[in-house]
Structures are given as structure tokens and as C-alpha cells.
């Protein structure tokens, strides 16, 4: 069986993640692999052959196949064939399992290098939140929480106090995407009116913040492994970059949740 919908979750008859329904972003919690944005000409050069690539690398423009549908967990699998060989020339096996835990989504990520050469990739999340009011949204950070914000635009670097966030549209105009790195909190909290979300951010670098437009209804909350520095290259594999390898026949493992309080 394979599919090709939205994550659906549903608390006190609302729903909760974006489900790519409206006019400003079609996304549907993209998981961004095998790297991070996209170069500026939407193609690259890996050992002197030209690949052309989409924004965010393949899972998001893929149908997985789900092999596990049991009522306690989904678990949806991507085999890379030859129309990821044209975008990226490893050979490899994707999963992504989704478990309910009472009020706590854990999802968990399995990447196997399943080729005779070291595979090199960056990783990142991108899930839709729904926002019903910007006004009355907070993002809840450690109560001495100081961080590094990031902006993509010029590469430049600014120390900023969190705490309690609320300048999210504000700086989203001047940066296009809110990037925090250094960050000492485990998890940042989306806080509603309605209703809370705890984000994990314990096994990831980064953090970065976006919405297509301010009168859109959603905000993405994205942990990452790595900083976009694909645009000044054109090259998402650069060694300099904080890139992730897997050796040939090995499988990496990441995971994290989110919970509604």
C-alpha cells in the first residue's frame, strides 16, 4: 500500500497540524532529506556529474510505501530507485514510524546506507502547526534562555534573550526564516489559547521558525542538524558544511515528539 496524505491529529475536535489545504503553502510536514533548502539554480555538482534537485531534497515530492499499519504504530518506507538516482546518486532505505503515546506523537527516523560508498546528508523537520490568532501565540522558551539568531540573508550572527518569544512575524519579515542555533532549551513550547505543544529539540542543532505570509494560519517549527548553507555554494554536500555520513550498509537513527499540554 502507498501513500501520499497529510499527519492527521486531531485534540478536542481541532485540528492541530497543517494539512497543506491553504492558499499559502502546500507542505504537509515535509521531512528534509537529503539536505536543507535547495542550491539557487535547483541543481548541484557531486563528483563532477550535474544533478537537478527540488527544495528540501526527495522525501517531500515522494509516495512512501507503508509497511507497518498495526492500530499502535504507522511506519511508511522510501527505497531510493531511479528517480532519486537522477537528484541524489546513493542508494538507500528511508522509514519513518509514527507512534501514539496518550497525548505525545513520538516519531522516529531510519535511514540505511544501502550502497558501497559513504553516503554524506544533511536532515531536518518541518512540521505545520496550526495558528488560529498570531496575536495570542508564544513560543516558550527556558527562563534564561540566550541563543544565536541566525540571519540567512547576510550571514550574520546576533545574540538574542528568548524566554518567553513573541517577535515571531516581526522577524520573519526582515529574515524570511527565524534560525536559532546555540539554544540550551530541550523543547520550546507553542503556546495557545487553546491548547499548548511541546516540541523536542534535545538531538537537534538548530531551530528555525516560518510561515509563508503573516495572514496564513500555521507556523512551521523545524528542528534541523545543520544551518541552509546550500545558497552561497551551490553545493549541499560541501564538506565544510555540518554534514552527517553513513558508512556503506549502516543505519542512522534519529527521533523526537511532540506533545499537546
Known amino acids: 500500500m502507498k501513500r501520499n496524505v497529510a499527519t492527521i491529529l486531531i485534540y478536542k475536535d481541532m485540528d492541530i497540524l497543517y494539512k497543506g489545504d491553504g492558499p499559502y503553502w502546500s507542505g504537509k510536514n515535509p521531512t528534509l532529506f537529503p539536505f536543507i533548502s535547495s542550491p539557487n539554480e535547483k541543481k548541484y555538482i557531486y563528483e563532477g556529474v550535474t544533478y537537478p534537485c527540488k527544495n528540501h531534497g526527495l522525501i517531500r515530492y515522494s509516495t512512501l510505501e507503508t509497511i507497518v499499519d498495526d492500530g499502535k504504530q504507522v511506519t511508511m518506507r522510501l527505497l531510493a530507485n531511479e528517480e532519486t538516482l537522477k537528484e541524489y546518486p546513493f542508494k538507500f532505505e528511508y522509514k519513518i514510524t509514527y507512534k501514539l503515546d496518550n497525548n505525545r506523537v513520538l516519531i522516529n527516523y531510519e535511514i540505511t546506507n544501502l550502497d558501497d560508498k559513504t553516503m554524506p546528508f544533511t536532515f531536518g523537520l518541518h512540521p505545520g502547526f496550526i495558528v488560529r490568532d498570531f496575536s495570542k501565540m508564544k513560543l516558550i522558551f527556558k527562563d534564561d534562555e540566550q541563543a544565536t539568531l541566525f540571519n540567512q540573508k547576510d550571514r550574520s550572527e546576533s545574540i538574542v534573550k528568548l524566554g518567553t518569544y513573541t517577535n515571531f512575524l516581526e522577524d520573519l519579515a526582515k529574515l524570511d526564516?527565524?534560525?536559532?542555533?546555540?539554544?540550551?532549551?530541550?523543547?520550546?513550547?507553542?503556546?495557545?489559547?487553546?491548547?499548548?505543544?511541546?516540541i523536542?529539540?534535545?538531538?537537534?542543532?538548530?531551530?528555525?521558525?516560518?510561515?509563508?505570509?503573516?495572514?496564513?494560519?500555521?507556523?512551521?517549527?523545524?528542528?534541523?542538524?545543520?544551518?541552509?548553507?546550500?545558497?552561497?555554494?551551490?553545493?549541499?554536500?560541501?564538506?565544510?558544511?555540518?554534514?552527517?555520513?553513513i558508512e556503506p550498509k549502516q543505519t542512522y537513527n534519529i527521533d523526537y515528539y511532540f506533545e499537546i499540554v
Not at 526564516?177 to 511541546?198: A, C, D, G, H, R
Not at 538548530?206 to 534541523?224: G, K, V
Not at 546550500?230 to 565544510?240: A, E, G, H, L, T
Request: with cysteine; charged share 20%.
Open 177 to 198: 526564516t527565524v534560525i536559532f542555533k546555540n539554544l540550551k532549551s530541550k523543547y520550546v513550547t507553542l503556546q495557545m489559547p487553546e491548547y499548548s505543544i511541546n
Open 200 to 245: 523536542d529539540m534535545s538531538k537537534f542543532k538548530y531551530l528555525a521558525l516560518w510561515t509563508a505570509d503573516p495572514n496564513s494560519n500555521y507556523i512551521c517549527i523545524e528542528p534541523w542538524l545543520s544551518i541552509n548553507n546550500i545558497k552561497p555554494s551551490n553545493n549541499p554536500f560541501d564538506p565544510k558544511f555540518e554534514l552527517e555520513y
